[in-house]
């Protein structure tokens, strides 16, 4: 696999993105996972549809109305507990075999960056917090496109930024639908099957599966 540049997707590939509520499992109560599941759904819906619709509203904003809609659905969790978790989105916990992967790839003479629907606030408080700036050349937002993935624009902030062809990047995502776009691009597309999910959209396969991180070390 010829590669100049390792970019990453953010949200469920380098970060966990049920650590907010697992934080918090407790005050949440037994919804705890249904709540989180939701969560994520609609934050990632709310991208669909209005990039599809020609409009746009910043990942944050999002990310609130997702988890208000969540809490609406399961009005179990505590009302005063949806600040803490919005919080939470700043500081998420990296998944153990993200920061490892990155400081291989950087040993190895690559190039690394994240890709992401996220604000560059959000993005760069989690990158900050999780120690991850020295290993990145780039944390790259939808932010500036006003629309998100899997948009071709989107993709195309990487070639831009990194001044290489797609077929120079591997692009990294545990979102099949993402590897679907970036794979639809010309990246060479890897996913992150954390969860072992079946497979999907045949006509864009990804060049390798991977059960987590540490295998990218082996492409």
Known sequence: M???AFVFDAYGTLFNVHAAIARYRTQVGPDADRISDLWRTKQLEYTWTLTLAGRYEDFW??????????VA??????ENLKGALLDAYFNL?????????LSA?????????????GSPEM???AVTNAGFSPLLDAVL???PLRMYKPRREVYALATDHLSCAPEDIVFVSSNRWDVMGAAAFGFSAVWVN???LPGEYEDCPPKRIVADLSALSEL
């Open 194 to 196: 954390r969860g072992q």
């Open 123 to 125: 993005l760069s408080a």
């Open 2 to 4: 010829r590669a100049r």
């Open 93 to 101: 916990d990296p998944f153990a075999d993200a920061g490892p992967c």
């Open 61 to 70: 904003t999002l990310t609130r109305r997702a988890l208000d809609f969540a």
């Open 105 to 117: 790839l950087r040993e190895g003479g690559y190039r690394t960056a994240i890709l992401s629907n």
């Open 73 to 78: 659905r399961y009005p179990s969790i505590p």
């Open 141 to 143: 937002s939808v932010d």
